[in-house]
């Protein structure tokens, strides 16, 4: 399995930034999909994530502000992040939940992709 993300970079505070993650598998099905964050000093926590069905949960710290999606078709998860705060600032980290079964409800992410920066300029 592999995960591309794409979309980091250097934006000021009160911004916007959309990452992009596709993955690539053969003969599996992807089910969930999300994003994580890692902050300097800090430990990985959840950011959002989304059933192959449809639900999605996120992060306490950007509810309201961040909205994640996926293109079945491309096998690829969006996240737009809005009002973008300097706390936001982080290593953010694709993932992937991949079983030989198509699973509707499933939220396990077991392959993760290389981490994009999202800087955020005060």
């Known amino acids: 399995v592999q995960l591309q993300a794409s979309g980091g970079g250097l934006v000021q505070a009160g911004g916007s930034v959309r990452l992009s993650c596709s993955a690539s598998?053969?003969?599996?099905?992807?089910?969930?999909m999300g994003w994580y964050r890692q902050a300097s000093g800090k430990e990985r926590e959840l950011v959002a994530a989304?059933?192959?069905?449809?639900?999605?949960k996120y992060g306490d710290s950007v509810k309201g502000r961040f909205t994640i999606s996926r293109d079945h078709d491309k096998d690829t998860v969006y996240l737009r992040m809005n009002t973008l705060k300097p706390e936001d600032t982080a290593v953010y980290y694709c993932?992937?939940?991949?079983?030989?079964?198509?699973?509707?409800?499933?939220?396990?992410?077991?392959?993760w992709g290389k981490g994009t920066l999202v800087t955020v300029s005060s």
């Open positions: 598998v053969l003969m599996f099905s992807i089910n969930a």
């Open positions: 993932g992937a939940g991949v079983d030989a079964y198509s699973l509707e409800d499933d939220w396990d992410l077991d392959h």
């Open positions: 989304i059933t192959r069905g449809g639900s999605t």
